[in-house]
């Protein structure tokens, strides 16, 4: 019974792995296979799981951008918020890991619809072959899902109103740019249509604004040809002397002869001689030769260096030369302008002395009248501004002139009004010697003109040994500066103390129309009524003033703005309480060694009416036709005064010819006097 039980425990040891080997192999083929299916399982299925993710992420992105569109939608309009939320429902939020699957946004494609399908192609293969390596069980889904995502690309709505509304604004700027282009020619053009208008070809002749469009380029080539010759010929003669080629040197100075008498005066090539050719053939020989025997390219460069400093130097003296010719004709008178004077004058002493009143003396004092003062001696400038004034105005029977002139011309002026009366206007003449209270113990001026300084500053250096060097002392020699007629002005109240106002004008201008409106200015409380001359930066206080020294530079500031002698209008009743003319002698006595300023009555008048003058409008008084070709006419013709200011007068030859017709038509040249003086226009 024991070995049975043995061998049958034996025998049940053999056979009981046998029963369990299948349970086993089963358990181990579950195992391997259960990760195989769970993992084929979630790549068949993918959706499954992020259906639930998906759909509860889309709900988050819904509930912002309703809460964004609601502040939002007061910012943008409704096309651009349609446009941002169509584009938001086919892409989705933009991100970061968008741009990096996806392709380029439609608005970096330019070029037609067929080019942005092509690049879409060839920037998705690369994905597509990598994605195609990993996953060969997904490539199918793969390329299904990017064939559906070129289509959206192609084909989406937003896209295309995004594409048209950029397009739009493209098209818009480009209209826009093209326009103001446009404009811009059309501007130039007319700018040089009006240019061209107001150039006188008369005058400029072949240089003209279109000359390069209408003219040879190398027209007078000879002239210029034989002017470089001539002074090639001078440099080489000067080395020639210097290395003594005398022989040489002859022969250049008598070419240089030939040439001169061959140029003359010549500026064009069709005047010159006949045998300039010639010339400059003989010439060009002669230079030839010089430079193969003398030419240094040092030697040339500083001949020709000296040249031209001394050209300059002779330029300089023309123009010192020119300055003095013109203040020297400024300050004479002419012939014509001298004989009528001197008839005049002996006219009006052969007159009885009852004959030699004008009427209407009851006017000179009536403040109800318009008063003019007017200080000259030059009959024939005074009867222009008397003419001018007359013949403008409104009612003539209320206007009074006060002439004053000196002794010299005293018979003349009173002979010329009693001979040309100003119609029912009244005139008085007076002369300024007759002012026995403006003597040198009242007038700093006077006193001042009799001292050793002022006559050795005023007339000792008036003797200059050459033009050029008197230039700069003329001016300060001129007559009107030493003469009390231009320092009158500064005593206004006491030549005519029962007058309120007074209109005061200089001798060279003219009057265009009606100026009984300068008394009904408000000059609010100032002394002057004038127009104001400053610009950006010039006529201020810092050009006629001394601003070194400390007397001016604590009173006044170098930017405050000139005003114009020539036509002011004057409270005299202001003036006599601000002591107007105590302010004048006290400043006038200051500049005794002329530190403050160097000469004439606007330096003063702009320190005694500082912050007393009170600015007219600019159409009162137009300045500049003395010295300024470029006046505008409109401006010149809507002024109711215009002035003569500078150094060329309408009486003198040195007159600007388009200006003095506004002067000469006041003048009757068929006057008896005036042509026996030989006066025209």
Not at 26 to 48: E, H, K, M, N, Q
Not at 603 to 629: A, C, D, M, Q, R
Request: hydrophobic fraction near 35%; charge should be positive; proline fraction near 4%.
């Amino acid at each position: 019974m024991a070995l049975r039980r043995g061998l049958s425990g034996a025998a049940l040891q053999r056979n009981r792995p046998s029963r369990s080997r299948l349970p086993l192999a089963v358990v181990i083929s579950l195992s391997l296979l259960a990760p195989l299916i769970f993992f084929v399982g979630r790549g068949i299925y993918p959706t499954d799981h992020t259906d639930v993710s998906s759909s509860s992420s889309k709900q988050d992105v819904d509930w912002r951008e309703r809460l964004a569109l609601q502040h939002v939608k007061s910012l943008l309009s409704k096309e651009v918020i349609d446009v941002i939320t169509a584009t938001t429902d086919d892409m989705g939020p933009f991100s970061l890991d968008y741009f990096r699957k996806s392709n380029l946004s439609a608005s970096w494609k330019i070029v037609g619809l067929g080019t942005s399908v092509e690049n879409n192609a060839s920037f998705s293969e690369p994905s597509q072959k990598g994605s195609a390596v990993k996953q060969e069980s997904t490539g199918g889904k793969q390329d299904k899902s990017s064939e559906g995502d070129h289509s959206q690309f192609i084909d989406s709505p937003a896209k295309l109103v995004r594409r048209q509304l950029r397009e739009k604004r493209r098209d818009k700027r480009t209209a826009d740019l093209v326009r103001q282009d446009d404009e811009a020619t059309v501007k130039l053009e007319n700018a040089a249509i009006e240019r061209s208008k107001s150039v006188d070809s008369a005058v400029l002749g072949k240089y003209s604004i279109w000359r390069k469009e209408n003219e040879n380029e190398n027209s007078d080539s000879t002239v210029r040809l034989l002017r470089d010759q001539m002074i090639m010929a001078r440099v080489y003669a000067s080395i020639a002397k210097m290395k003594n080629k005398l022989g040489l040197q002859q022969e250049l100075l008598a070419r240089l002869k030939e040439s001169q008498r061959s140029l003359g005066e010549a500026s064009a090539d069709s005047d010159l001689h006949h045998s300039a050719p010639e010339k400059i053939k003989a010439m060009g020989h002669v230079l030839s030769k010089a430079k193969e025997q003398l030419y240094d390219c040092k030697l040339v460069t500083g001949k020709l260096r000296a040249m031209l400093q001394s050209a300059d130097e002779q330029v300089r003296s023309l123009k010192k030369q020119s300055t003095f010719l013109s203040q020297l004709a400024a300050k004479t008178i002419p012939n014509g302008i001298h004989c009528l004077s001197m008839r005049l004058t002996i006219e009006y002493y052969l007159l009885l002395p009852e004959k030699r009143k004008f009427p209407r003396s009851e006017n000179l004092e009536n403040p109800n009248l318009y008063h003019y003062a007017l200080f000259s001696d030059n009959v024939l400038a005074a009867s222009v501004v008397v003419n001018s004034t007359i013949l403008n105005a409104k009612e003539p029977e209320k206007h009074v002139f006060h002439l004053v002139t000196d002794k010299l011309n005293f018979g003349a002026m009173n002979m010329w009004f009693l001979l040309n009366p100003p119609g029912k206007a009244t005139i008085h003449v007076e002369n300024v010697d007759d002012f026995k209270w403006l003597n040198s113990s009242y007038c700093p001026v006077l006193r001042q003109l009799e001292s050793a300084a002022m006559k050795a500053f005023y007339f000792n250096q008036g003797h200059p040994s050459t033009l050029s060097s008197g230039s700069s002392n003329l001016k300060y020699r001129n007559p009107k500066y030493l003469s009390m007629l231009n320092h009158l002005r500064f005593y206004l109240p006491e030549v005519y103390p029962k007058l309120d106002k007074i209109l005061f004008l200089d001798d060279d201008i003219v009057v265009q129309k009606d100026l009984t409106g300068l008394w009904s200015v408000n000059l609010h409380g100032k002394v002057n009524g004038a127009v104001e001359t400053c610009g950006e930066s010039f006529h201020r206080f810092d050009k006629y003033l001394n601003f070194s020294n400390p007397h001016i530079a604590r009173n006044f500031h170098p930017n405050a703005c000139g005003w114009a002698y020539g036509m002011n209008i004057f409270d005299l009743k202001e003036w006599k309480r601000r002591d107007i003319t105590g302010i004048y002698h006290k400043w006038q006595n200051m500049n005794e060694d002329r530190t403050l300023w160097k000469l004439g009555t606007l330096p003063p008048g702009l320190i005694t009416f500082y912050g007393l003058t009170h600015p007219i409008e600019k159409s009162w008084h137009v300045l500049g036709l003395g010295y300024n070709p470029s006046i505008d006419k409109s401006d010149i013709e809507n002024a109711a005064v215009i002035h003569y200011n500078g150094n060329m007068k309408p009486w003198l030859e040195l007159a600007m010819t388009k200006y003095r017709s506004y002067w000469t038509k006041y003048i009757k040249f068929d006057h008896p006097y005036l042509r026996n003086c030989n006066l025209s226009e």
